[in-house]
């Protein structure tokens, strides 16, 4: 269930105008981090971007 809070909540951060990718995917971890079930690095470390982070 982590990794697709994670996708979800990056993906609807993309929504938002102004938002770069790379900056989706920090608000994204940040936001599932806010939970204590989600602390653990597994549910959010290993999410890398590749390619145009823009």
């Known amino acids: 269930m982590g990794l697709c809070n ?3 909540k990056f993906y609807q ?3 938002h ?5 790379s900056e ?5 971890q940040l936001e599932i ?3 204590p079930r989600y602390k653990d690095p597994f549910y959010w470390a290993p999410f890398v ?3 145009n982070w823009l």
Request: proline residues 0%.
């Open 13 to 15: 951060a993309l929504t």
């Open 33 to 35: 981090l806010q939970s």
């Open 24 to 28: 989706a995917l920090r608000q994204a």
């Open 49 to 51: 971007l590749v390619g």
């Open 17 to 21: 105008e102004g938002v770069s990718k």
């Open 6 to 8: 994670l996708m979800v």
